[in-house]
Structures are given as C-alpha cells and as structure tokens.
C-alpha cells in the first residue's frame, strides 16, 4: 500500500500538468477571441470603408483563409492524451472491488475487537494516530452499503446510522437521506428492532412519498408492530423505550468462533490472566545456547513471558540492519497469506488470515543465513529440517485468527518427512502503535510486539502430542504496521536435542 501512495502521487503530478496544458489552451483561444473582438467590432461598424483599404481586405482574405484554421486546430488539440495515457499505465496497480470491500470489512473488524463505535472511525478518534483521517457521510453510506450486501446488518445499521447522524447536522453529500433511511430501516427490520425500523420508514415517507418500496414496507411494518404490541399488552410486559442507536443497541451475532469474546478481550488488554503469583514464577537471564561458542562473548537476553506453557522472549534478537535487509529482499515477493483447507489439504486463503507474507530460502543473503544460525543456537534446536523463514506483514487490520501452529490431521504427507511443527520462533521486526498483540485465549496470555525482539514457544510436548494449550492469534493492527517473520521448527533432527518424554505431557 505504501507503493500506492506514491503512484496516486504521479497520478495527482500527471494531473496537474493535464490542468497546465488545458489553461494554456484556453488562454490562447481567449486571446485569438479578444483580438478577433477588437477586429470586428472596428469591421463591421463601417464594412465598406474598412475594406477600402487593401491591407485590410488582405488580411481578412488571410485570416479566414489560415489564421482560423489554426484556431480551430488549437481548439481540437486535446491535452488530455498524456494524462490518459499515464493512469492507463497505472491502473494496473490500482486496487479493485474486491480490495476495497475487504478495506471496509478491516475497519468493521477493529471496531468490534476494539469496541468502537462508528463515530470513533468517522471522527479519527485512535490511539496512537498521528495523523487526521476524517470518513464523510458518503465514506459512512459506502461502508454501510458494504456490509448490507453482505447481508451482515449488525454493521450496516452502526454505519448507516452514523451517516444519518453526520447528515442531520448538517454535512452535505451525493447519498440522499432518503437512501439512507431505506438502507437504515431495512437493517434495523433485520435486526427484530420493528418499532425504529417503522419509525425511520415513516421518516422516509415524508421525505419521500413516491418511494418504491417505503409505503409497501411502512403498511407491513406496522401490521406486525400492531400485532407485537398486542402481545406486550397480553403479557403485561413494559414497552420498550426508545433510545438512540448505540454501539450496544444491537448484541453482534454469533459466528463460527466459539472463544470470539475471550480472543478479543485479550487483543483490548483485558481479561489477561497474569496474577501476582503467576508473575513471581517469571524471570530474566543470559542465554548461551548451552555454552555454544557463537553466544558465549554475547549470550541472548532472555525474558520469560509465560511459566506454563513456557514462553520466552529474547532481546535485541534482530538489529535495525537485520530487519531492513529482510523486509528489503521480502517486499517484492509479498503474497496474500493462505492456510491449509484442514479437509482437502490444499493452500487456499480465508478470510480468518488477512496479511502478507514471503519466505526466503538461507542462501539468498547472508543475513538470512546468519539469523537461521542464530534461532539453532538459542534454542539448540537444528533448523536443517525447519521451514523456511516466513515474513509476513499485517496491514490494516491485518490478523490471524485463533488457530494452531502444528498440524492436527495424523495422516498429513507434509508431516511424513520432517515431522511436526515442533517449536514456533517468532521476530518481530515493528513496533506497533495499537493493536497487533499476539494472545493465547486458553489461558490468557497477551504478547504485544517489540521490534527486535523474539518470542518462542514449544507446540508439541516431548511425546509427540500437540499442546492444544498453545491455540494463538494475531490481534488486529488498529494504527501501525506489523511485520514479523516465523521460523517453525520440526520435530525431525531434534532427537538428541529434545529427547521424547515418556508420559503423554511431559
């Protein structure tokens, strides 16, 4: 996206000459208009002695004859051929309807893990901004638009709802409250509301009278709230009160996560599990690999992040060099993420991983082989079997939901030559302004990044079974960019280095 910034600025430069080229056009023709004006208006007050003079009748023959030739030659001259030509060139870079959609999905996204409401996105309210980014009513309707023809109406009711508010004080746009209402009673109908929806479908009639669908809605409305209304009366409950659409107003529906409100607590900082007791059991020290030469003059700082399961994360383990030079050789191979479909076995992407990523092979630069060497000596596990080194970047809201590092299906080929996924090493090469903690819902740990800095864990304990304690997931990037890079262990080469254990969760 960041090269995007810079085409969109050749685009605005290409425009800016097109706008040059078309003033100095029109100046021209305004001042072959004023001369021929002046020319005339002398002329036709006294045609015949005008033409008396033979200079004259000359230069009227000359004038018809080539000058207005010329004129009409500038006038049909069309500048706007380069810029036409530039942004063809472009627009093949340019992102499509897909890329906006999933743009808007983003900003749905971090408003419910972070709990925002509407106009926290409309204003530019974030943590951690540092610049002003407003959404106009136009911005809010698109949105909205977006997640009703996803038939997802929990959000086009906040958005279409927030539109409506920046409208009524008084802020002009191309959508027109009457679409807006339509959108916004329709959603809210959808959403069991049938007293706002026919409330705001009202609201649309008076604007509107004509409406296509609002008097065929208004009447079905109403014969239903007439029929409700019986029943509260019937059963002698309290109506309900009316109250402003709120980020509250409508509980969100349930998806295909069953630890959805736990994974997004902790990616807010709440509900982490990290109790004084808990916190007395973590310490810090010198790593040395075991006495490796490599790390005996400079052993890895090493800082325990959980007891059980044991994570650690080590300091300074990328410099600004390290991380510069692998974002360098990653950026032009940047491919949307995929996982592996856990029926079928093939790579596809889905909608639970949004980021990029790229893998680069040891040989490809010295810096690449030197961190592999580095991850072998400080965990003392051999990387010869281990994948190789991933780097990903998660954008706007960029995440990975909960999932597991190692495989769950036994009968994996990819697991037939170098085993499992035995250990996952994770660097992070950016700081992030908001967002983008690293959380393990099954027992409330939460990991926020540190650029060069690392953290490692096990995923399989020493008898070969997954520790399905280590379910993880990448929060949302609310503001900021993350990037980080994944080497995964595996179990083949680790025999002497991680002997089995003989219960099942040694």
């Known amino acids: 996206m960041t090269d995007l910034i810079f085409i969109e600025r050749e685009v605005v430069q290409s425009l800016k000459e097109y706008i040059q080229a078309e003033e100095s056009k029109l100046a021209a023709v305004k001042r072959w208009a004023n001369k021929l004006e002046v020319l005339t208006h002398a002329s036709t007050s006294d045609p015949e002695g005008f033409l008396a003079h033979p200079v004259n009748a000359y230069k009227l023959m000359k004038r018809l004859n080539t000058e207005w030739s010329e004129l009409e030659s500038l006038v049909l001259n069309d500048p706007s051929h380069g810029f036409i030509s530039n942004i063809s060139v472009h627009r093949q870079y340019f992102p499509d309807e897909e890329d906006e959609k ?43 638009k977006t997640a009703y023809n996803e038939q997802d109406y929990y959000h086009a009711v906040l958005w279409m709802q927030q539109a409506l508010r920046q409208m009524d004080a008084g802020e002009e746009a191309k959508a027109s409250k009457a679409d807006i209402l339509d959108y916004l009673s329709y959603s809210v ?93 973590l310490f810090c020290r010198y790593q040395d690999g075991n006495r490796n030469p490599r790390l005996l003059l400079k052993p890895m700082k090493e800082e325990d992040e959980w007891d059980n399961p044991h994570i650690v994360r080590y300091l300074e383990a990328l410099s600004n060099e390290e991380i510069e030079k692998i974002k360098e050789l990653a950026k032009p191979r940047l491919a949307r993420a995929t996982v592996r479909d856990p029926k079928t076995g093939v790579l596809t992407t889905a909608h639970y991983r949004v980021s990029k990523s790229a893998w680069l092979e040891g040989d490809e630069d010295p810096v690449i082989d030197r961190v592999n060497q580095r991850i072998e000596d400080v965990t ?127």
């Open 189 to 281: 109908y959808q959403m069991g509301d049938l007293q706002r929806a026919t409330e705001l479908t009202r609201r649309l009639v008076s604007i509107d009278p004509g409406h296509q669908r609002a008097g065929g809605n208004l009447r079905y409305f109403e014969r239903l709230l007439a029929k409700e209304i019986r029943e509260v009366a019937r059963n002698k409950q309290d109506p309900a009160k009316e109250k402003p659409i709120q980020l509250g107003t409508y509980e969100r529906p349930r998806d295909y996560l069953p630890e959805r409100e736990i994974y997004e607590a902790l990616c807010r900082g709440e509900g982490v599990k990290m109790t004084p007791k808990r916190r007395s059991r």
């Open 380 to 506: 003392g596990l051999t990387v010869d079997t281990a994948e190789l080194l991933q780097v990903a970047n998660y954008g706007v809201g960029g995440q990975y939901e909960p999932h597991f590092d190692f495989s769950r299906r036994p009968f994996d080929n990819n697991l037939k030559v170098d085993g499992n996924r035995l250990a996952t090493y994770l660097n992070y090469m950016s700081d992030v302004e908001a967002g983008g903690a690293t959380v393990f819902p099954d027992f409330g740990a939460v990991i926020w990044p540190r650029k060069g800095t690392a953290v490692f864990w096990y995923n399989l304990f020493r008898s070969g079974e997954g520790d399905y304690r280590t379910r993880h997931a990448a929060c949302p990037v609310l503001v900021g960019s993350k990037w980080v890079s994944n080497k995964w262990i595996h179990e083949r080469g680790q025999e002497f280095r991680r002997p089995c254990g003989l219960t099942e969760v040694d």
């Open 102 to 144: 999933g743009a808007a999905k983003a900003l749905m996204r971090l408003q419910d893990t972070y709990n925002l409401d509407s106009e926290s996105f409309s204003k530019g309210k974030l943590p951690g901004v540092r610049y002003n980014a407003f959404l106009t009513v136009d911005d809010c309707f698109d949105m909205g």
